[in-house]
């Protein structure tokens, strides 16, 4: 039998029909599980090649509004308290300062303005329009002390122009900025909670009138060098207590100045949050006291001064220490800020 030559091409035709045939079989099978893995593991690289850098600056964005959230909140808090101390006529002073509490009356109390008690509780509701304080004016647990994160001072009324009238007359407020837990931690609240998370200290103001309504008006508050009791249980020297009591835990908490320490009950003007809703004031030491440990101490200071030697405080230095917490209770801070101004007191009398 003789060959021509055409069985060969039949033969490559036939191997190409082959080939193309278990392409189209590979084709209608879809991809193998190796090459779905392959595909997939690139996938997830090129995406967190993409999103970890865009999560991260999105956090940062977070991270940067909120605090400038909180730097905006506490400076509206500190130009509020630097806009009322501007237009105070007179300042009590708040710790030991020389000059002015090295002198009468101040010395009778080992040169520090306030008294403590460690056995009474003064429990002053924030929403409440009254309190009746629970002082000591006798007794041996009563003792000198200072307080640099409360202020006092005498706003007075103000005249049509804008300025103060002086001499001081009806319409003018003693007003208080002092720090606690927003809620009080003392023998009365030992259910309520003592992290800063749950339970933040806050700083509060409150405002009592000057004068009462009687005719003429007589002081309810006196500045004169008879305000602070020199320790005797007689006489004029105690009726007018400038007091800083604190619970038997070491909780401060706020006491006015008033006339008599049983009567009149101080009656508030206001008694509000300054602190912005959410924030608290950062504290050093904060830890329970039930357990033997320190009592909060605020970082937020009032230091005065008395800049002319006349004995009068004529400047006060805000330093404000704000912090947020994070929402899980760990005690962590999530942001906070540090403030601090100058205050020139142009009113002082």
Known sequence: MRFTGRTPQIARSQGRGLAMHRHARRVRAGFTLVEMMVALAILSLMMTIIFVPLNLGLNFFHI????????????????????????ASFVFPNDALPGVTDKAPYTNNGGLPYYQSTTFDETVDASAASSTPKSIVCGSNKQPAGNPSRIDFLLPKMATNGSPQLPLTPGTYLVTYYARRQ??????????????????IVMYRAQMPLFD??????????????RYPSGACSGNEDQTSFWLTESEYGEPNLEPLSINDGSPNPTFASHDLLTPRGMGLLASHATDPTLGATAFVPNTIFLCQDTDGDGKIDHVRITLDLAQ??????????????????????NIQ
Not at 64 to 87: F, I, T, V, W
Not at 216 to 224: F, L, N, W, Y
Not at 325 to 346: H, I, K
């Open 64 to 87: 940067g509004n909120a605090r400038s959230q909180l730097q905006q909140s506490a400076q509206a808090m500190l130009n509020r308290m630097s806009a009322e101390l501007r237009q």
């Open 213 to 226: 309504n009687s005719s003429p008006p007589k002081k309810m508050v006196d500045i004169s060098d008879s």
């Open 325 to 346: 917490y994070d929402e899980a209770g760990a005690m962590q801070t999530a942001q906070n800020v540090r403030l601090s101004e100058d205050v020139d007191l142009p």
């Open 183 to 200: 809620t009080p931690f003392d023998s009365s609240f030992k259910s309520n909670p003592f992290d800063g998370v749950d339970n933040p």
